[in-house]
């Protein structure tokens, strides 16, 4: 097999599953690229996050100058086409290079023929425009705040590895500021490294802060009120130091099983349960911490996908869910008790909008944007995923 072959293939495999299948690019890249070599696990990623972030741009050269519809394509071949265009216009590799690389992974003469047609004709084509968030988008978080290019540009750029140190954890990586145990580390088998250990856990630093908002103390009773697929969870009990009760509750069943065999700790107690309708007494918990459902929009930098899986509807849709668990989590906190409501989302209507008539507050002492009823971290901004974060004291 021509050289990259492999690894060009596994991309457009990828692709298919994230596009069609519904997977999500962080998942499965980990997974699909844990046994490859440092540079073929960089060539897949970089060949995945390329395709999804230009997609449409990509689909439309591909349309122009193959003369089909991108639907009346096979979709595996769509597939490697997509990714011959990221090596031919994103990665600048030498035609003869990619051409060969990208059909040499094709089993089938006549297929083998269409594909290198198709991208010794795309050699020639126009290049390709800058990642964009689709029109709407682009509008409603323009309407929201304002200018959006920079958030944009940084939400279509890759993510650096980051980890939260464990307590009692080795000082290293590059500290992020405010975020005290966030790190950024540079190589990622030392990263694979510390979690194996159990010394880490990959978070981003917006996540981290989440965890460091709760406060979470030992003996306390603390609800993670949608706690799949589980990092958070892990915070609140490394807080806690295995003390008082912690309940991490999720509404999807497989989600919830698969976190808990990824905390492994039977000290944790895992509940399926509605949040809207919980089955607990008001003032059961000391803290609630409800990460909620949302748009995902901070999240671009590592699932990219999700601007193209989101709708205008999905918005308000989302917003009227974190209303009614938002409002479920302040009953079931004590008075003198704390709610902390956050999501890995950037639109005005599930962030302030849905704290802002409930009293929230930005926690103290996290880097961010202090907007009053929440406190906003951006990937332009704190070099973060985007994250929003808000403290409702009872």
Not at 31 to 47: G, I
Not at 290 to 299: H, V
Not at 353 to 379: F, K, Q, T
Request: hydrophobic residues 45%; proline residues 7%.
């Amino acid at each position: 097999m021509t050289k990259g072959a492999a690894s060009r293939s596994l991309a457009a495999e990828l692709v298919g599953r994230i596009v069609r299948d519904g997977a999500y690019s962080n998942v499965v890249l980990r997974s699909a690229t844990s046994k490859l070599s440092p540079p073929d696990r960089a060539l897949v990623y970089a060949d995945v996050y390329a395709v999804l972030r230009r997609r449409d741009a990509i689909d439309e050269l591909i349309a122009g100058v193959s003369g089909r519809s991108v639907a009346d394509i096979d979709p595996d071949l769509l597939d490697r086409l997509r990714v011959g265009v990221v090596e031919l216009k994103v990665h600048n590799t030498p035609p003869h290079a990619a051409v060969d690389s990208i059909v040499g992974g094709v089993d089938n003469r006549g297929r083998r023929g269409f594909v290198n047609a198709v991208l010794r004709k795309l050699v020639g084509a126009a290049e390709l425009p800058p990642p964009r968030l689709p029109d709407w988008i682009r509008s409603v978080l323009e309407t929201d705040w304002g200018t959006v290019d920079a958030f944009e540009a940084a939400s279509l750029a890759d993510a650096p590895l980051a980890v939260r140190l464990r307590p009692g954890a080795p000082e290293v990586g590059n500290a992020v500021e405010g975020i005290a145990p966030a790190r950024i580390i540079e190589d990622a088998a030392t990263a694979g490294d510390l979690v194996r250990k159990g010394e880490a856990t990959i978070a981003d630093p917006a996540s981290t802060a989440v965890g460091m908002a709760v406060e979470a103390a030992p003996g306390e009773r603390i609800l993670d009120m949608a706690a799949a697929p589980g990092g958070k969870t892990i915070h609140l009990r490394d807080a806690m130091e295995g003390t008082g009760l912690l309940v991490a509750a999720d509404v999807h069943h497989r989600r919830l099983v698969s976190a808990a065999r990824r905390v492994e700790d039977p000290w944790i107690s895992w509940l399926l349960v509605d949040g809207t309708r919980p089955a607990f007494k008001p003032g059961s918990f000391d803290r609630v911490l409800l990460d909620a459902p949302c748009t995902g929009l901070g999240t671009l930098r590592r699932r990219p996908e999700i601007m193209h899986r989101i709708e205008p509807r999905s918005i308000d849709d989302l917003a009227k869910l974190q209303s009614r668990l938002l409002d479920a989590a302040i009953d079931l906190v004590r008075p003198g008790g704390r709610v902390v409501y956050s999501v890995c989302t950037v639109t005005a209507a599930e962030t302030t909008g849905i704290v802002g008539p409930r009293g929230g507050r930005a926690p103290a002492g996290l880097p961010g944007a202090d907007l009053g009823s929440g406190l906003m971290l951006r990937p332009d901004t704190t070099g973060t995923d985007g994250m929003f974060i808000s403290v409702i004291d009872r």
